[in-house]
Antibody, heavy 120, light 107 residues
Framework: EVQLVQSGAEMKKPGESLRISCKGSGYSFTNYWIIWVRQMPGKGLEWLGRIDPSDSFANYSPSFRGHVTISSDKSIDTAFLQWSSLKASDTAMYYCARYDIGKAGLFDFWGQGTLVTVSS | AIQMTQSPSSLSASVGDRVTISCRASQDIRDDLAWFQQKPGKAPKLLIY???SLQSGVPSRFSGSGSGTDFTLTITGLQPEDFATYHCLQDYDYPWTFGQGTQVEIQ
C-alpha cells in the first residue's frame, strides 16, 4: 500500500528553525518526485516546490525560494521541508504529495499534512 | 509565473445538479492541468489529471475538459459527498500554480 506519512504538528517561536518530514512507503521512492504545498488558515493551496529524490534536485516557487529548503534522503525514503528562521506568517498546514514523472499531473498520493504554528 | 484564475469562488447547488467550475490560465498550458477535491481538515484528493483523465477510483460523474488556456471541471449529478472545495493546478511550467479554489455548498 502506497503511503506518505508526515511528521507531527509543531509549535515554534519566531526565529526558530524547523524541519518537517514526509516518508514514503509501498513504492520505489526514487521513481516519483515529491511536492510540498502550503495552506494557510482558511486559504487556498500554494505550491512551494518539488524534489527529485533520485538526485535531490529541487525547484522552488520564487515566493518561497530562500526562505525554505527542500531536501531528501533516499536511504530512508524521506523528503524534508525546513526553515532556518520561522516567521509568524509561516503558520499553516503543509502537505507533501507524490508526482508521477511518467504521467504529468498525476499527484496521486498525499500525506496527511503537518500543522506548523509559529507564535511568540 | 502563470496565473490560474478559477471561477466562481463559491457556488450553491442541490443534490442532483450539474455543476461546472472553470479555470483559466494566463498563457497556453497545453493539457497540463489537474483538479483536486478537498474537504475540511483533509488533504486534497486528485480527481482529474492531464485536463481530462479521470483518476482511478474517482466516480465517473466527475469529468474534465479543455486545453490551452480554458478548462472546466463538471460534476454531473451532484452527490452529498461532493460538497467540498475544488482546486486546479497547472504543472506546465515552474512555478506550478494553483487556482484560488471553488467552494461548493449545499443550497
Amino acid at each position: 500500500e502506497v503511503q506518505l506519512v508526515q511528521s507531527g504538528a509543531e509549535m515554534k517561536k519566531p526565529g526558530e528553525s524547523l524541519r518537517i518530514s514526509c516518508k514514503g512507503s509501498g513504492y520505489s521512492f526514487t521513481n516519483y518526485w515529491i511536492i510540498w504545498v502550503r495552506q494557510m488558515p482558511g486559504k487556498g493551496l500554494e505550491w512551494l516546490g518539488r524534489i527529485d529524490p533520485s538526485d535531490s534536485f529541487a525547484n522552488y516557487s520564487p515566493s518561497f525560494r530562500g526562505h525554505v529548503t527542500i531536501s531528501s534522503d533516499k536511504s530512508i525514503d524521506t523528503a524534508f521541508l525546513q526553515w532556518s528562521s520561522l516567521k509568524a506568517s509561516d503558520t499553516a498546514m503543509y502537505y507533501c504529495a507524490r508526482y508521477d514523472i511518467g504521467k504529468a499531473g498525476l499527484f496521486d498520493f498525499w500525506g496527511q499534512g503537518t500543522l506548523v504554528t509559529v507564535s511568540s | 509565473a502563470i496565473q490560474m484564475t478559477q471561477s466562481p469562488s463559491s457556488l450553491s447547488a442541490s443534490v442532483g445538479d450539474r455543476v461546472t467550475i472553470s479555470c483559466r490560465a494566463s498563457q497556453d498550458i497545453r493539457d497540463d492541468l489537474a483538479w483536486f477535491q478537498q474537504k475540511p481538515g483533509k488533504a486534497p484528493k486528485l480527481l482529474i489529471y492531464a485536463a481530462s483523465s479521470l483518476q482511478s477510483g474517482v466516480p465517473s460523474r466527475f469529468s474534465g475538459s479543455g486545453s490551452g488556456t480554458d478548462f472546466t471541471l463538471t460534476i454531473t449529478g451532484l452527490q452529498p459527498e461532493d460538497f467540498a472545495t475544488y482546486h486546479c493546478l497547472q504543472d506546465y511550467d515552474y512555478p506550478w500554480t494553483f487556482g484560488q479554489g471553488t467552494q461548493v455548498e449545499i443550497q
